[in-house]
């Protein structure tokens, strides 16, 4: 069965550590989907007999400082967290990628000025710019998915124009130059296909950076806002009952954890399998 | 190489002004007056001119930017709207904190992220490699305000070996200060030591596969001495860039860090500003975060040439 599968597939389902990781990033996908099927109770329903308690039957991973299930909040959490390391990122390849074609293909004056553009944003520490965007914007999980793309947009900027510099000057390029196509139709036709898969390693490299950045962001109250259930908030409530209720901060912090790590595995894998040239 | 410094500090003369200007533009679109702010939303509108007219804001936006790039360029960073702290001052009671908690995560994170890497080049494919490159990854991906509540939890409140929060500073007691920075540097440490485990494990690998070392040990020099004289050396200067790198992340992660442990740096400094809407603390903070890293970068360019004679600058 394996042979007849493509051979980057097979490269791939032959590396533990990445079917790891898909296995780790699809069961968090499905939990997400799936959380109003498997969340024992609503996410967001008090119940005040039973605050901070402890693991039991009824509250498989205890419960929060207002009677709320950790677990059906973790559940409904990891929307909050996939959608927005997802569309943050989403948000930083639609800006960076086209720019960058465009920047590394044209080269002149446009280059320059895009390339001391991303030096700027880039000189500043991703979290404080966040921070500051939050500030100008406002708290929520909007604000904080847009501040991410921004933030990130650079780092496809830069590897789309590598990409647009080193491909402009090989013959298939120029053989499309001298038929007399359009530079945009050169740039999506050509430059775009090539560049796939090195976006596709990096993007879902920065879709767990975003993940954890997304995470911080909440913790400091500045994400998902109450009584939305994220992991970051949930964290952040959580280490206030640090003692008395460990369980409010270890399990979100948990889910993080493997998240990112399933992520971070998966674009690994990726990263081998499409891109020999790195380890 | 005089040339070549004089030319690099030249070129980040625009990229400078490029970040004022923005700094500057951030401060302009956040929500809220500075004049309410400072007066209270009791005020009445004639003290609220008057504050104005004091603080200079009703100057057009060029001169008002001129003007505070003036006030920076000879020092004055202003007071904080808060607490009428100068900004300076501030900056020079957090800064420390920061640096020294900043290297202390740094040199651990090389003391582990090192070795780890070289032992993971040299065994390629063993069961040491598979560990420690699933360990680098995990460093990688922890959240760093979990890892520090999990720190908390182990060493200081079931353990009580190391302080819970709070910083001491080493001019109060050396030691003291040193036991009190421990828990956040590891948790700011353990991304870091990924990367350079990482790091090391990739670029030791492409030097014990080239030609030059299989000549070294075909001539019959130790296997320990070609990994130690010529893949490490190799390593080197892509380790410096990324040290650079992480140095400027850390610098972000901080604020995560400080909250969690109530220490008096620059990441809480920071996050109150934001908090609180002190503009003039913030846009301060915003320009020095950005001259730190170019800073940092422009050093790691410089180490370049003295760890590979290859790389000239011209």
């Known amino acids: 069965m394996m042979r007849r599968l493509p051979k980057p597939v097979r490269g791939f389902l032959r590396r533990p ?24 109770h609503a996410p967001t329903k008090a119940d005040f007999g039973a605050i901070l308690a402890a693991p039991s039957a009824k509250h498989p991973l205890g419960t929060d400082e207002l009677g709320r299930d950790v677990l059906s909040r973790l559940l409904f959490g990891a929307r909050a967290s996939l959608q927005a390391g997802m569309l943050a990122v989403l948000i930083a390849v639609v800006i960076g990628v086209p720019v960058g074609l465009v920047s590394g293909y044209r080269r002149g004056w446009v280059d320059e000025v895009v390339m001391r553009l991303t030096d700027a944003v880039m000189a500043f520490p991703v979290i404080v710019l966040a921070l500051a965007m939050t500030a100008v914007l406002g708290a929520s999980l909007t604000t904080a998915m847009v501040a991410i793309g921004v933030v990130y947009a650079p780092v496809f900027v830069r590897l789309a124009r590598a990409q647009a510099m080193a491909l ?5 390029t120029e053989a499309a130059r001298a038929l007399g196509n359009h530079e945009a139709a050169i740039l999506v036709r050509h430059l775009l296909p090539n560049i796939a898969s090195a976006v596709l390693v990096q993007a879902s490299l920065s879709v767990a950076a975003a993940i954890l950045v997304e995470s911080a962001l909440s913790f400091l109250g500045l994400g998902v806002q109450p009584p939305t259930p994220s992991w970051g908030s949930m964290l952040r409530i959580g280490t206030g009952y640090l003692l008395e209720a460990p369980w409010t901060s270890f399990w979100p912090g948990l889910a993080i954890f493997v998240t990112v790590l399933g992520i971070n595995l998966l674009g690994d894998g990726l990263r081998d399998v499409l891109d020999p040239r790195d380890r | 190489m005089a040339i070549y410094l004089l030319r690099r500090l030249l070129t980040a003369v625009p990229i400078i002004l490029l970040i004022t200007a923005v700094v500057f533009a951030v401060m302009q679109i956040l929500p809220g007056d500075p004049a309410v702010m400072l007066l209270g939303t009791e005020a009445t509108e004639a003290s609220l001119a008057a504050t104005r007219e004091r603080l200079g804001l009703n100057r057009p936006l060029h001169v008002q930017y001129l003007s505070w790039l003036g006030d920076v360029l000879r ?15 501030a900056i020079a009671n957090a800064f420390p904190v920061t640096l020294q908690i900043a290297l202390i995560s740094l040199v651990m994170a090389l003391l582990v992220g090192v070795p780890a890497g070289i032992v993971s080049a040299v065994r390629r494919g063993g069961v040491a490699d598979a560990v420690a490159s699933l360990v680098a990854l995990s460093g990688i991906s922890l959240p ?123 990441g809480r400094l920071i996050y109150n500003s934001f908090l609180r809407l002190d503009f003039v603390m913030m846009q301060s903070l915003l320009l020095l975060f950005a001259l730190i890293v170019i800073a940092v970068n422009f050093l790691t360019d410089l180490s370049y040439s003295l760890l590979d004679p290859r790389i000239r600058y011209r």
């Open chain 1, 168 to 172: 402009r000057e090989v013959e298939f």
């Open chain 2, 144 to 266: 760093g305000f979990w890892a520090a509540l999990l720190l908390v939890y182990v060493f200081a409140l079931q353990f009580d070996w190391l302080p819970s929060s709070g910083f001491v500073r080493p001019s109060e007691d050396l030691w003291g200060s040193f036991l009190s920075s421990l828990l956040p540097a590891v948790a700011l440490g353990l991304r870091p030591a990924g990367v350079f485990m990482r790091l090391l494990r990739s670029s030791m690998l492409d030097v014990i596969r080239s030609d030059y070392v299989r000549t070294a040990r075909a001539k019959g020099v130790g296997a320990n001495l070609v990994v130690m004289r010529h893949a490490l050396r190799n390593a080197l200067v892509p380790l410096v860039t990324v040290l650079g790198v992480e140095f400027s992340a850390l610098l972000g992660n901080v604020v995560v860090i400080d909250t969690i442990f109530a220490i008096p740096g620059f």
């Open chain 2, 75 to 89: 020092g004055d960073l202003g007071r904080s709207m808060i607490d009428n702290r100068p900004v300076t001052t």
């Open chain 1, 17 to 40: 550590l990445a079917v790891l990781g898909l296995v780790l990033v699809l069961g968090m996908v499905l939990a997400a989907l799936f959380a109003p099927l498997l969340a024992p």
